[in-house]
């Protein structure tokens, strides 16, 4: 079986022409790190498996092991050096527009770097996008998940870059931000979580560190 990691990208070809060369340049683009993400079947401590597209993960556990929780944030810590996740939904005028902002610790930058779309939710006519990636702010110019370094310019938009390409997203007002943070979480079946994970020489995936993105007791927000 393969393991699935989240490097799925669809090429933003017209979000990329529309940044001018200069401020593609100044974007730090990361490189994409291993990882596993979706339900938490179970969590022994020692290992953990979890349902993707794909099947049920084996992942083994390293320590030390580092979790992490979110935090409530605003608009203001998304810099030119953040690496952030970003949720959007497409807009009748074919514009993406963000619906969540999530901005990523250092030693999380390059997780699931790229932009593909998510499963939409029960009754939902649109479908949401994760693009991971760094990110530039220019002035204001669909639902998807962008993660990324952010680079700002003025106005409420953000262009994500991933390796193979760029996101344009219009960020409205109130939008929600948070912060993932080193943090103790208590993770139980159901959970949604994200895994950075490591490749052993014998096939076998171990973890140091698991991003807690949703829990089933409450929405994964912390105070």
């Known amino acids: 079986m393969k393991h699935p990691v989240l490097r799925l990208a669809f090429i933003g070809l017209l979000a990329a022409q529309a940044v001018p060369p200069a401020a593609r340049a100044q974007v730090k683009v990361v490189p994409p790190i291993s990882g596993v993400k979706g339900k938490l079947q179970s969590y022994t401590g020692r290992s953990l498996e979890i349902l993707t597209t794909s099947g049920v993960v084996r992942v083994n556990v390293r320590q030390p092991l580092k979790t992490y929780k979110q935090v409530r944030s605003d608009l203001s810590h998304v810099t030119s050096t953040s690496f952030v996740g970003v949720a959007s939904v497409r807009e009748a005028d074919g514009r993406e527009l963000a619906t969540q902002i999530k901005i990523f610790p250092p030693e999380l930058r390059g997780a699931g770097e790229g932009s593909h779309m998510m499963d939409a939710a029960r009754g939902a006519?649109?479908?949401?996008?994760?693009?991971?990636?760094?990110?530039?702010r220019p002035a204001p110019p669909h639902s998807r998940m962008t993660n990324g370094t952010v680079q700002k310019g003025n106005g409420t938009t953000l262009v994500v870059h991933y390796?193979?390409?760029?996101?344009?997203?219009?960020?409205?007002?109130?939008?929600?931000?948070?912060?993932?943070?080193?943090?103790?979480?208590?993770?139980?079946?159901?959970?949604?979580?994200?895994?950075?994970?490591?490749?052993?020489?014998?096939?076998?995936?171990?973890?140091?560190?698991?991003?807690?993105?949703?829990?089933?007791?409450?929405?994964?927000?912390?105070?």
């Open 125 to 136: 006519m649109t479908h949401s996008r994760m693009t991971n990636g760094s990110v530039y």
């Open 163 to 223: 390796q193979n390409g760029a996101e344009t997203i219009v960020v409205p007002p109130n939008v929600p931000v948070t912060e993932v943070v080193p943090g103790s979480v208590n993770l139980a079946p159901g959970d949604t979580v994200y895994a950075a994970t490591m490749k052993l020489p014998n096939g076998t995936l171990s973890t140091n560190k698991i991003f807690l993105i949703a829990g089933v007791r409450s929405n994964g927000m912390m105070r």
